[in-house]
């Protein structure tokens, strides 16, 4: 169905190829999960399945790829919209209406389904991404995964033979991607469909692929077998790191194999001791906080204290209020309640940058922060606002493990990319509360096990940290303590591994193939 043969790559002005002499051939009716570093070529490679490049983006391209026996290179991505769908790293780009149902229904308007077939198809995507509810809302109105969600079912509505995926639950929370992907599976086994699909956090994704292409940076692409390519990959999911720890010869790809062979094995593990869950002092306090838009009300009263030097998660379903209330704690929406920063400060009175070296967040769309023309512009501008010591902001971004092309515009860099750039000038003015609205999105293991490094960094040295994320890998390494968000409402609140064993939602993958013992990590089992 979709054939890469001899494909090479390139840039304008690039020294090197993205992608070099890379050939592999993925059968109809396969889920083929594309892994890799971010920045290697992943999106890239996508693009090429659509036409998008070099046709939109630009390049150079030499050999051929095609799907379904089309050539990419000569047909533009309207030629192929009724063979290939394809949804990107961000939604919003992709939108072209402004409601829900009329999003659905803008795909096959353009290819010419007649009203009744279209009618029936968009109730049938409704329900098939259980989005029923939100089709009459305003896509602007929408959180991230709800967005996601609808740019997912607006492609899948044209019926398309092949359907392409950038990070496809980058946004959503662990149940709601479970929910996406058992559809987008159910379609490839019931009708054929073939699905390739980039995604940083595999362990969401790896039990349902029939094969992986590992895109490794260096212009080279390896297709094969999930169970051996994720063993010397570079790249490594948590059951990938079991199964190196414990010298297994090939990597499970769901935590029902990793059970059954540590079951068989017998191996054994001890619970981790932690340390009590410091309360005291105080860093950030908010009383009755209160967030309503319109008839909507996103936080119902919410009374919390978050400790100095912890790091607290933020977790729950998408559209529980997890973005209001730290966008509130920050004083960039309005409230009611109280909101008490550094034991005295109201962030919501202060002057922007003096609120910015009190409460910093990084939001959850990188992009609304950056808007000078190149990377070093933003790391400069980040210095000189807020007084730091020149270079302090590009210091922060190597620590990240991200070494972007400084004159590169940040446009043109990958979401993971532009999160870690964001994160750098955000973390330039030393605030003392630091707030984190889905910080991974984008970044892989490597990156977010820096990320996890900062973060806690951060805290011993006296900073409150605060972090909303849907990954529930990330937050059992990152965080002291787990606050779960449902309508607006706290319903569970507690330290990280009591909260997050004692769901199999946000249980992580260790914490389940070695139930009962509450192993979180990797790093924590036993030499």
């Not at 009618?119 to 509810?133: Q, S």
């Not at 995964?145 to 740019?151: E, K, L, N, S, T």
């Amino acid at each position: 169905m979709i054939a890469f043969e001899h494909v090479t790559f390139s840039y304008a002005d690039a020294p090197t190829p993205v992608l070099a002499d890379v050939s592999f051939t993925v059968p109809e009716g396969d889920l083929c999960v594309v892994m890799g570093r971010t920045g290697t070529g992943k999106s890239t490679l996508l693009s090429l399945v659509n036409g998008l490049a070099p046709h939109f983006t630009g390049g150079t391209l030499a050999g051929r790829v095609r799907v379904a026996g089309r050539d990419t290179g000569a047909a533009r991505p309207r030629d192929l919209a009724d063979v290939v769908g394809y949804v990107g790293q961000n939604p919003l780009h992709g939108f072209v209406t402004d409601r829900v149902e009329d999003e659905i229904a803008y795909g096959m308007e353009q290819l010419g389904l007649p009203p009744a077939a279209m009618r029936k198809r968009v109730e049938e995507t409704l329900d098939l991404l259980n989005i029923a509810g939100l089709r009459r809302r305003p896509l602007a109105d929408l959180s991230g995964g709800q967005q996601q969600r609808v740019a997912i079912a607006a492609v899948l509505a044209a019926q398309p033979h092949v359907l392409v995926l950038d990070e496809p639950t980058s946004a959503l929370d662990p149940n709601a991607a479970a929910d996406v992907l058992a559809a987008i599976t159910a379609l490839v086994h019931d009708v054929g469909l073939t699905v390739v699909l980039a995604e940083h956090r595999l362990e969401r994704v790896l039990h349902y692929a029939d094969s992986v292409a590992w895109v490794r940076g260096d212009g080279g692409v390896e297709y094969g077998d999930p169970h051996d390519l994720l063993l010397r990959s570079d790249v490594v999911p948590p059951l990938a790191g079991l199964a190196r720890s414990l010298g297994w010869e090939s990597a499970p790809t769901s935590v029902r194999d990793a059970r059954r062979r540590v079951l068989r094995e017998r191996v054994t593990v001890t619970a981790p001791t932690d340390q009590p869950l410091p309360t005291t002092p105080v860093g950030l306090a908010a009383g009755d906080l209160t967030v309503d838009y319109g008839g909507v009300r996103a936080v119902a009263g919410v009374t919390l204290d978050f400790a100095v030097g912890t790091v607290t998660g933020l977790m729950g379903r998408n559209g529980a209020g997890k973005s209001s209330l730290l966008w509130a704690l920050q004083g960039g929406v309005p409230s009611t309640g109280r909101v008490v920063a550094d034991g005295t400060v109201d962030p919501r009175v202060l002057k922007p940058a003096d609120a910015r070296r009190a409460v910093s967040l990084v939001p959850q769309t990188a992009t609304d922060l950056l808007y000078l023309p190149s990377v070093r512009a933003e790391l400069e501008r980040a210095d000189a606002e807020t007084g730091a010591a020149r270079g302090t902001a590009a210091g922060i971004l190597r620590g990240l493990d991200s070494h972007l092309p400084l004159d590169d515009d940040p446009r043109d860099l990958s979401e993971g990319q532009r999160l870690s750039l964001v994160l750098a000038v955000q973390l330039t003015a030393s605030p003392s509360i630091v707030l984190l609205d889905e910080p991974t999105r984008g970044l892989d293991y490597e990156m977010k096990h820096r990320l996890t490094e900062i973060l806690r960094s951060l805290a011993h040295a006296g900073r409150t940290v605060v972090v909303s994320t849907h990954d529930v890998e990330f937050a059992a390494g990152v965080a002291d303590r787990l606050v779960v968000l449902a309508d607006g409402e706290v319903i569970a609140d507690g330290p990280a591994r009591q909260v997050a064993t004692s769901s199999p939602t946000f249980a992580p993958q260790l914490a389940k193939v070695f139930a009962p013992v509450p192993l979180l990590t990797v790093a924590e089992l036993a030499p």
